[in-house]
């Protein structure tokens, strides 16, 4: 099957993960297959952080999660430090999971509502973690303080006394207690008010910094993830669209789709005249049975005949700045 | 405790004529825990119109949930005090029996829930999900039900609605779930609608049209809506109103217009400061809010911000600010020192000189975007 292309990626050497080729699928009740991921390769360097965007539904959190094998790919591979983790056996692969950790998107639901909050956040050292209790409970009340939780109030709640954002600082938190090499973060901050999401990036960043963290953020909200990333790769229904360093991506988008999630930012001033109409016709892709071609072509403004027969390749159009799109914007 | 409330200072319609179609007064909300009283809400007040949309924004834990939750009667334990009033329609919604709010329910009022995952069933079909409610509703057969279903799932822009009628809740992706929660609050066409964080994980397109969606709903039945974000370009572009919470208590109100070009209270305007920009660059430092949240067991007396606030004096400390109306009288905001006057300005100035943490971070940001600014 036709990939995206891989003239984005780096010496493999240099590269902390490297996923090349991945596919997802999943088979549905009717005998359809959704095409979750299909066929995208990129890399992230160690100390990198790798911002993942795209449309509800592209395969944002299925990349996320085929990168710790949950579940394993159906085809593709994906290496961490060079190893192939699609052929670890699972023992060796949960091994692995220390230092792949992974904040999962819905925080409230991801928690479980009647244990207490220094189990929850334990919870990772029971195997891994050191035996002796005091540490664990020092190591508890440390991580709790970073993500702005008082250990002493909170240490004994249950799960569910706690807000949205309350949660999701307690399940980053659980993520963090290992000290993992690589911290897969789906929509970390999107439950949170715009305080406690500024002070969760100034974290992210700082424990970057000190435990020379590399971060995968998936995250719909342009600003966040242009604020975090170095680089940022942008999806469409099961695709990669473009990928470049952030600031470049934001100031140069060259995918129409790039574009069109620019341009839809929702501003903060109450004067901008907002487009009300609600469109009920048009056809809504799916990646049950995407498009041929380029899959945004039911969309693009700049749609031609090739793009609806021939699948776009990726393309480096400016120094590291990579799009697989037909008629990119220049 | 907050003895001014909002709605001690909103003038009844003169002419009567648009009665508002939900009126909460005062509303408290208490948790007994072993620890103590958890007050996560404190005296909130608010009316809403029809057709209108009452944003309502605020920090982490400030009771944003527990109000919506408090006013629509739903479950929230039974370790709840609630006191207060919600008028629907000039009934109070707090004292109908079961009965009279199970009718409410699913034929006037309905909302969205923050939590997709909580609120849907694990082990129920989506399709079945979605149409539950009207089903017992209005009567109608298992066929009816399901082509019913694929129309709302096509409206909230779910593609290839009849294959996704079959998934379970876990094989939908984030955004699908909450657009599948959207559904299910629309298919019983409220005229009242509650959504909690209903678009937190849209991307901004599909954003853009389930709000423009809901904007339909509420031209077509002049659905009235409370709004709780803390996307403030979603307050900007689709409220009419703005409620900021903190502490459990209203901090400032105002229509968002007024609100977004000469906001009051010093909560509002740090909520403003610590929002990531596009055109900033990649790895700017965020201006977050200094300090922790407030203790609910034991909020901070005076003014709850206080421990957190940069213009804080020591009445801050000892009084409570009561929510005032500011302006024209239809702004109301608690403060002692509002933004933006000389008071504050001074207060400003002290804080700098007496070395206050949280007052020299603002300073250092301020001096830094001056100096780019005159760098440009
Ligand atoms: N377990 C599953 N079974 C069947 N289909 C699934 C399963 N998990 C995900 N999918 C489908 O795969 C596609 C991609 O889902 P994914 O959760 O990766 O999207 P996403 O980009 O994370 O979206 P969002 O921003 O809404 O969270 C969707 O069409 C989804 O319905
Ligand atoms: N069942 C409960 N028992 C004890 N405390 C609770 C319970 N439910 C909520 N709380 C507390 O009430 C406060 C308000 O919670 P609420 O969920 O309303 O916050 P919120 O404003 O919606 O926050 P977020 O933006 O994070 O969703 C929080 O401090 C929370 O911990
Ligand atoms: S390849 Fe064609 S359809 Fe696809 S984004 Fe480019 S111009 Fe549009
Ligand atoms: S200035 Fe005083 S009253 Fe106003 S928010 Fe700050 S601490 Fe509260
Ligand atoms: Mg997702
Ligand atoms: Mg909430």
Not at chain 1, 126 to 142: C, F, L, Y
Not at chain 1, 269 to 275: E, N
Not at chain 1, 291 to 313: H, N, V
Not at chain 2, 264 to 291: C, D, M, V, W
Request: charged share 25%; net charge negative; aromatic share 4%.
């Amino acid at each position: 099957m036709a990939g995206s292309g891989k003239a984005h990626l780096r010496p493999e050497d240099e590269t902390l993960i490297r996923v090349e080729d991945l596919v997802v699928e999943y088979d549905i009740p009717g005998g359809d297959t959704v095409k979750a991921v299909s066929g995208i390769s990129f890399d992230i360097k160690a100390g990198e952080t790798l911002g993942l965007v795209g449309e509800s539904g592209c395969g944002k959190s299925t990349t996320g999660k085929a990168l710790i094998q949950l579940p394993k790919p159906s085809s593709g591979s994906v290496k961490h430090n060079l190893v192939e983790l699609t052929g670890l056996s699972s023992e060796a692969m949960r091994r692995r999971r220390t230092d792949l950790q992974m904040i999962f998107q819905d925080p409230i639901s991801s928690l479980n509502p009647l244990r207490k909050v220094e189990d929850i956040v334990a919870e990772p050292m029971k195997i891994w973690g050191p035996k002796d209790k005091s540490k664990q409970q020092e190591m508890v009340d440390n991580i709790l303080d970073a993500v702005g939780i008082d250990p002493e109030q909170a240490r004994g709640k249950l799960a569910h006394e706690f807000s949205g954002g309350q949660c999701q600082r307690i399940s980053i938190a659980r993520s963090l207690i290992l000290d993992p090499e690589v911290l897969i973060c789906d929509e970390p901050v999107s439950a949170l008010d715009v305080s406690m999401q500024a002070q969760i990036l100034n974290l992210l960043e700082d424990l970057k910094k000190k435990y020379h963290l590399t971060l995968v953020f998936i995250a719909h909200d342009l600003a966040v993830v242009k604020n975090i990333s170095d680089k940022v790769a942008v999806m469409y229904l099961g695709k990669l669209c473009e990928v470049a360093q952030s600031d470049e991506l934001y100031e140069n988008p060259a995918h129409p789709y790039s574009k069109l999630l620019l341009d839809s930012c929702p501003e903060p001033d109450p004067t901008v005249v907002i487009d009300q109409t609600v469109s009920d016709d048009d056809e809504l892709p799916s990646p049950i049975n995407p498009p041929s071609g380029c899959r945004f072509r039911t969309r693009c403004p700049f749609a031609t005949e090739i793009c609806s027969t021939e699948e776009p390749q990726m393309e480096e159009i400016r120094p590291n700045h990579y799009v697989a799109c037909h008629h990119p914007l220049t | 405790m907050n003895t001014t409330t909002a709605a001690d200072n909103v003038a009844v319609d003169a002419d009567n004529s648009t009665s508002p179609l939900l009126v909460v007064e005062d509303i408290h909300t208490s948790f007994m825990v072993p620890g103590g009283e958890v007050k996560a809400v404190r005296g909130v007040s608010f009316e809403l119109n029809q057709g209108k949309t009452l944003g309502v924004v605020g920090e982490s834990g400030s009771g944003k949930t527990v109000l919506a939750r408090s006013v629509m009667r739903l479950n929230l334990g039974n370790n709840v005090i609630t006191s207060g009033s919600a008028k629907f329609r000039g009934s109070n919604i707090l004292d109908l029996r079961p009965k009279a709010m199970q009718k409410l329910w699913g034929n006037e009022i309905a909302m969205v829930f923050q939590d997709p995952m909580t609120a849907l069933n694990p082990l129920v079909k989506v399709g079945r999900q979605v149409t539950e409610h009207v089903r017992h509703h209005l009567g109608i057969s298992k066929k009816e039900a399901r082509s019913l279903a694929i129309d709302l799932l096509n409206e909230v822009r779910i593609p290839e609605p009849e294959n996704r009628l079959d998934s379970y809740p876990h094989e939908l992706s984030g955004g699908m779930r909450q657009r599948i929660c959207i559904a299910i609050a629309l298919a019983c066409e409220p005229t009242l609608l509650f959504a909690d964080e209903p678009t937190t994980a849209l991307d901004v397109t599909v954003q853009h049209q389930i709000l423009n969606l809901l904007n339909r709903e509420q031209e077509t039945r002049e659905m009235g809506m409370v709004l709780v974000t803390h996307d403030l370009g979603v307050v900007a572009g689709r409220t009419d109103e703005t409620m900021v919470m903190y502490a459990g208590n209203v901090v400032e109100k105002s229509s968002t217009k007024e609100l977004f070009e000469d906001m009051q209270h010093p909560y509002t305007e740090a909520l403003f400061r610590s929002i990531p920009k596009t055109n900033e660059r990649s790895h700017t430092r965020l201006t977050a809010i200094a300090g922790r949240p407030p203790d609910l067991i034991a909020p901070p007396s005076g003014c709850s911000f206080s421990p957190r606030c940069p213009y804080v004096q020591q009445k801050c400390r000892e009084e409570e600010p009561p929510l005032i109306p500011v302006n024209n009288g239809s702004h109301f905001s608690a403060c002692w020192f509002p933004v933006g006057t000389e008071e504050n300005q001074e207060a400003f100035r002290k804080n700098v000189a007496a070395g206050l943490p949280q007052t020299l971070v603002i300073e250092e940001t301020l001096t830094k975007s001056s100096e780019k600014e005159d760098g440009v």
